[in-house]
T-cell receptor
């Protein structure tokens, strides 16, 4: 079964500290992994996807197939990073399924 | 419009009543998705449309839930005989084709009293 696990409901760090939001997935094939972010009173938006291998707003995420993980990292957190972060998986890339499977989300709080 | 539009933004309904939630996807987007966002539960997939057809209805929680899409554009999610556990934010997303970036609407907050 396809599943995305975000073990932390809440992560609180101080400004300037490193951040790592954990994401593990369960999928037997070759999934596509994403991080979505939802800032307060804003709509859910794509932060990054593993196939593009980009760094967005200082965030990076590396797909580790051996550990089935896709942790989101940033070396120095900023207050404006405070938001809800969702890890998502799209299975069967190029196949018949199109929907994203989301984790339950991690609320990141960056304190001044 | 510039983005995915959902209406109404808020809906309060009495238990047992039917509700319709509307989604206007980005023009030209062939894939459309409905999700439900409940407190502490993350985003729960409900249904996915490719054009007007729904190849994946596996996420609909009960037969009280149904959805349709007409003209490859607007979609309506209908909940019949609403229950209190249906209270949630219902999110719609669209993408150009199914494997491209999905853009989300602002959601409809449904409260069943």
């Amino acid at each position: 079964a396809q599943r995305v696990t975000q073990p932390e409901k809440l992560l609180s760090v101080f400004k300037g500290a490193p951040v790592e939001l954990k994401c593990n997935y369960s999928y037997s094939g070759s999934p596509e992994l994403f991080w979505y972010v939802q800032y307060s009173r804003q709509r859910l938006q794509l932060l990054l996807r593993h196939i593009s291998r980009e760094s967005i707003k200082g965030f990076t995420a590396d797909l580790n197939k051996g550990e089935t993980s896709f942790h989101l990292k940033k070396p120095f957190a900023q207050e404006e990073d405070s938001a809800m972060y969702y890890c998502a998986l799209r299975g069967d890339y190029g196949g018949s399924q199109g929907n994203l499977i989301f984790g339950k989300g991690t609320k990141l709080s960056v304190k001044p | 419009g510039a983005g995915v539009s959902q209406s109404p933004s808020n809906k309060v309904t009495e238990k047992g009543k039917d509700v319709e939630l509307r989604c206007d996807p980005i023009s030209g987007h062939t894939a459309l998705y409905w999700y439900r966002q409940s407190l502490g539960q993350g985003l729960e997939f409900l249904i996915y449309f490719q054009g007007n057809s729904a190849p994946d209805k596996s996420g609909l929680p009960s037969d009280r839930f149904s959805a349709e899409r007409t003209g490859g554009s607007v979609s309506t999610l209908t909940i019949q005989r609403t229950q209190q556990e249906d209270s949630a934010v219902y999110l719609c997303a669209s993408s150009f084709v199914k494997d491209t970036e999905a853009f989300f609407g602002q959601g409809t907050r449904l409260t069943v009293v």
